[in-house]
RNA sequence: GGGCCGUUAGCUCAGUCGGUAGAGCAGUUCGCUUUUAACGAAUUGGUCCUGCGUUCGAGUCGCAGACGGCCCA
């Protein structure tokens, strides 16, 4: 937006106010120090009563933004949040020099400010700073939302943030427990030996995961790049590199719609453990879980999609061709009948459904029928071979692989598997892979020779897990859109 | 990509059958020394998302577009 003649009556008055600031020097000061936040101060008397605190005559600075002010003639209260809460402070003309209070009387909401003083309680028992000095150190220019309601409208809501942090407690705290979260799972991984490392974001080949990418140009190079769509081809050079426990939490982008389930760029995690297998990674996830729900929530017990989950409790596990199954109320036996399958996916509404392979028709009827139904943690094991190109073949049965899938509250939240670290049957699913982008498939993997030769120089036994990090936030937030997790979710600009 | 819904004061929202644009909060002025969504009185403030059309007259009806939300693919 320009600047234009016709400035809005509110930014006129308050940018009067700046400018009386200006004239006496006290405009954006930058040397009052705080020593007290908020809830500290509230913690700290919490049992306190009105006259032990009035025999300690606690001196504290604090500082922070005006959220409500209470005016009287000669004595006013005005509360102000700073990072960890609100505070009240009690401002008397008595108590400042001469005309200050009639200049405090002029500041708004909104503006932030430096109050030194005396912690009391007030006749209804709130802690109080009773101020002997104040100071503007902010003046805002800009009205605040409204006070009681907060910023309502979605769209302002993603576009300024911080409007919304100011103002909507709830978001804030969802900011905070993705924050605690991702400290949970950094704790866990690094008490476990795991060391993380951060791999290319710019890859020249793309692998790793099946998704459009996004196109970038390196000028001196004169090459294009991809942003990398997952960093899963990096982290398993480094275990041929003898980091035998390592995770990497970081952002990967994805050159698809928007919706509430997907923003172009998200964060995962991913993680790989030598000598170790599928089925070991679902015990350690089962932990992971366990650590994140105690640590951040203090407690195991959290509600999916109304139902109370138990994450300190074994996940169900289930083959994903009994889940189906038992949806269909069939026998397993018939799902290896091309013919069923064909007339189930019709019903089904399934896509290109004469091109698609066994594997591929069962996966698909499997999100068709199943995915939303998995509210309880469950791992979903026994996927085809020919939906995962990096997956180990399973050793009994060579149409599958030794994968599984998490699903929690009806959503995917992980997906891992025993690692593929033959190198020429990772040659073959290349060349598949390959032939399947030529034949129209802009999400299938292209030939990483590099890779193989990595192989080539042997790939211990492993296991690896990739979680999301931004659907972890919002099941265990209870957050409906990804949005509501993302600090600054993608937006189309405006005009 | 398709369907439905939304966009009115800084914010939260009303606006009937098409007939001068409304409230609360915020702001301004006055009063008020323990209030707490402070209170009482008065008062300022509008690109009704944009464009085109219908009409004597459009916030309201029609068409197109922008942005957003939800659902579906």
């Known amino acids: 937006m320009t600047e234009n003649l016709s400035e809005n009556e509110l930014l006129q008055q308050r940018r009067s106010k700046l400018e009386e600031l200006r004239k006496q020097g006290k405009a954006y000061p930058n040397s009052f120090r705080r020593d007290s936040l908020s809830q500290d101060l509230k913690t700290l008397c919490f049992k306190m009563t009105k006259e032990e605190l009035e025999e300690k005559a606690i001196e504290v600075s604090v500082a922070g933004r005006i959220m409500l002010q209470r005016i009287m003639g000669k004595a006013s209260f005005i509360t102000l949040q700073d990072m960890k809460g609100q505070i009240q402070a009690y401002v008397r003309s008595n108590d400042l020099p001469e005309g ?80 605690q979260i991702i400290s949970s799972v950094r704790d866990f991984f690094i008490n476990h030996e795991y060391l993380e490392v951060e791999t290319p974001m710019m890859h020249s080949i793309l692998g790793g995961a099946s998704a459009k990418p996004f196109t970038t140009h390196h000028n001196a190079l004169d090459m ?130 004469a091109n698609l392979s066994d594997g591929k028709i069962l996966f698909e009827l499997f999100e068709e029928l199943v995915e939303d139904n998995l509210i309880n943690p469950t791992f979903i094991t026994g996927y085809p071979k020919d939906v995962s190109p990096l997956s180990r073949s399973s050793d009994d049965n060579d149409s599958e692989v030794d994968r599984f899938e998490l699903f929690i509250g009806g959503k995917e939240i992980a997906n891992g598997f025993s690692e593929l670290n033959d190198p020429e049957d990772q040659a073959e699913r290349f060349r598949d892979q390959v032939a399947q982008k030529s034949a129209g498939d802009e999400e299938a993997m292209e030939f990483d020779s590099d890779y193989v030769e ?40 405006k005009n």
């Open 224 to 353: 294009d790049l991809y942003l990398r769509i997952a960093p899963e081809l990096y982290l398993k050079r480094l275990v041929v590199g003898g980091m035998e426990k390592v995770f990497e939490i970081n952002r990967n982008f994805r050159n698809e719609g928007l919706s509430t389930k997907h923003n172009p760029e998200f964060t995962m995690l991913e993680y790989y453990t030598a000598y170790a297998d599928f089925n070991d990674q679902m015990n350690f996830i089962e932990g992971l879980f366990k650590h994140i729900t105690e640590q951040v929530f203090g407690t195991s017990k959290l509600e999916q999609e109304g139902i109370e989950c138990d994450f300190s409790k074994p996940f169900t596990r289930i083959r994903l061709k009994d889940s189906v199954a038992q949806k269909l109320s069939v026998d397993i036996s018939v799902l290896d009948n091309r013919d069923f399958l064909m007339e189930i996916g019709e019903k089904y509404k399934i896509e290109n459904l």
């Open 100 to 179: 200050e209070y009639d200049e405090f009387k002029t500041w708004d909401l909104g503006d932030i400010v430096g109050i030194k003083g005396t912690l009391f309680l007030t006749k209804t028992g709130e802690l109080t700073v009773n101020a002997s000095s104040i100071e503007m150190l902010t003046k805002s220019l800009k009205p605040l939302p409204e006070k009681h309601s907060g910023l309502v409208d979605t769209e302002q809501r993603y576009r300024k943030r911080y409007l919304d942090l100011i103002t909507n407690q709830d978001s804030l705290e969802v900011f905070q427990k993705r924050s």
């Open 454 to 493: 990595a192989l080539e120089y042997g790939l211990p036994p492993c296991a690896g897990v990739g979680i999301g990090i931004d659907r972890l936030v919002m099941l265990l937030t209870g957050a409906k859109s990804i949005r509501d997790v993302l600090l600054f979710p993608q937006m189309k600009p």
